[in-house]
């Protein structure tokens, strides 16, 4: 089945650095990279939506500065948060879609700030 | 933009008894309605999902029904078992349309009593 290969899985970073995180389709070609980001307790929230070729659209109150996506191949996702800060530790998970399966789940990523 | 209401946020029951989670969206372009099954720190699990050219569909002890002109739908799980304790997420998109933005309910703690 459809499979998106998310990296790193945990990441520890200073506050001020910056962090990529890498999402690959495995088996199908991901047209359309969602990317979410879900703090403790809490809902998968939607950050952007990505675009094989074309620029990330962002939601509401999301920083596209801060949060920088690339979707520069029908299997390669990447969203680079740039000037980390603690408020930005959360789990970060990228879902692609294009698969017979429909929305294929990376297995995440947990960035603490530090 | 598409919103997606859940409840009940939390819900405990005895083992062998129904549960009822219900969910409301907001955009009646919306089409594709599934509900995952997030265990902690790990990436949400489809467990069932409904089309909007359905009204039921049951896989076993899970149902899922679909009420259209409420916009309403819900999941049900009978005679259920401790391992069904998880935080279960509904969610809606336009699968298909230009996006197909997938937007998650708040989600509910389902805790199933031995």
């Known amino acids: 089945g459809a499979v998106v290969s998310q990296h790193p899985s945990w990441v520890i970073c200073k506050s001020g650095t910056s962090v990529k995180i890498e999402c690959r389709s495995l088996?199908?070609?991901?047209?359309?990279m969602f990317w979410y980001r879900q703090f403790p307790k809490q809902s998968l929230m939607l950050m952007a939506t990505?675009?094989?070729?074309?620029?990330?659209?962002?939601e509401q109150g999301v920083e596209k500065d801060k949060f920088l996506i690339n979707h520069a191949s029908l299997t390669l996702s990447t969203l680079t948060v740039t000037s980390a800060h603690p408020e930005d530790s959360s789990f970060y998970i990228c879902?692609?879609?294009?698969?017979?399966?429909?929305?294929?789940f990376g297995s995440g990523t947990r960035l603490t700030v530090v | 933009g598409e919103n997606v209401e859940q409840h009940p946020s939390t819900l405990s029951v005895q083992e062998g008894d129904s549960a009822v989670i219900k969910c409301t969206y907001s955009?009646?372009?919306?089409?594709?309605f599934p509900w995952y099954k997030q265990e902690l720190g790990k990436r949400p699990q489809l467990i069932i999902d409904?089309?909007?050219?359905?009204g039921e569909k049951k896989d076993q002890r899970i149902a899922v029904t679909l009420n259209k002109t409420a916009k309403h739908f819900s999941l049900h799980i009978t005679e259920t078992q401790p391992e069904d304790s998880a935080v279960y997420f509904c969610?809606?998109?336009?699968?298909?349309?230009?996006?197909?933005?997938?937007?998650f309910g708040q989600g509910t703690t389902l805790q199933v009593k031995p």
């Open positions: 088996d199908f070609q991901a047209t359309t």
């Open positions: 955009d009646s372009a919306s089409n594709y």
């Open positions: 990505s675009n094989e070729g074309s620029k990330a659209t962002y």
């Open positions: 409904i089309r909007s050219n359905v």
């Open positions: 969610a809606a998109s336009t699968f298909g349309g230009n996006t197909g933005k997938l937007i």
């Open positions: 879902s692609g879609r294009g698969g017979v399966g429909g929305y294929t």
